[in-house]
């Protein structure tokens, strides 16, 4: 498996609060991604990057920000979290040449 | 405009019965392939890919695809299903980023 950790794995928060989750990888793909799983919806792109600090909006990017300081590390902002935030985020990796991706396990956020 | 249609929401099988799930895509250009599993709970697996060549691939878990340019489709087989086979699967098109089906639940009764 491809090294991907994401953390927290759970995270309960309240409301109008920031939350930041990390994505973390040891494999040094140059590509990161996060995304967000909800039923009926699949998997929709929210923030990608191609490089440190080179980083483009997906199609669900309202509310969201990230940063990319360091290769390993890809970091998802809520800049005030909302109910509609409530759903389960992964991280992906892709070197970039034949465009698979490798996904982390998976953070579950709940926003009440 | 660019899309994944998985037709199938849920399907349901007897161990040890063949499968077929379909995956149909609307894409510019040619795109990159792919099929995913998800166990509950789970991140994303990769299953298979194509971009070019044979246009049925093997994948793992004993899994293949059939790229058919003209039915723009990439549907995913499995001769025998087994009990540990029960997930979700996602079929994925593009290249630098990839759009996502919205999946297709799979139940195996013994």
């Known amino acids: 498996d491809a090294g991907i950790t994401q953390s927290p794995r759970h995270k309960v928060t309240e409301t109008g609060t920031p939350v930041t989750l990390r994505c973390h990888q040891t494999e040094n793909h140059r590509y990161m991604y996060w995304y967000r799983q909800d039923p009926g919806h699949g998997l929709r792109l929210i923030h990608y990057?191609?490089?440190?600090?080179?980083?483009d909006k997906g199609e669900v990017s309202d509310g969201y920000s990230v940063s990319r300081s360091k290769t390993e590390d890809f970091l998802l902002t809520l800049e005030s979290a909302t109910s509609s935030q409530t759903s389960v985020y992964f991280c992906?990796?892709?070197?970039?040449?034949?465009?698979?991706?490798?996904f982390g396990p998976g953070t579950r956020l709940t926003v009440t | 405009a660019q899309s994944v249609t998985q037709p199938d929401i849920h399907i349901t099988v007897s161990e040890g019965a063949s499968l077929e799930l379909r995956c149909n895509y609307s894409y510019g250009a040619t795109p990159y392939l792919f099929w995913y599993v998800q166990s509950p709970g789970q991140g994303l697996q990769l299953l298979l890919k194509y971009f070019s060549g044979d246009t049925l691939v093997q994948g793992i878990k004993g899994f293949e695809a059939e790229f058919k340019r003209s039915q723009s489709s990439f549907n995913l087989r499995k001769p025998s299903v087994h009990w540990s086979d029960a997930a979700e699967y996602f079929c994925?098109?593009?290249?630098?980023?990839?759009?996502f089906g919205t999946g297709t639940r799979l139940q195996v009764f013994p």
């Open positions: 992906a990796i892709s070197p970039g040449t034949s465009y698979e991706q490798y």
């Open positions: 990057s191609y490089g440190v600090k080179d980083t």
């Open positions: 994925a098109v593009g290249t630098d980023k990839l759009i």
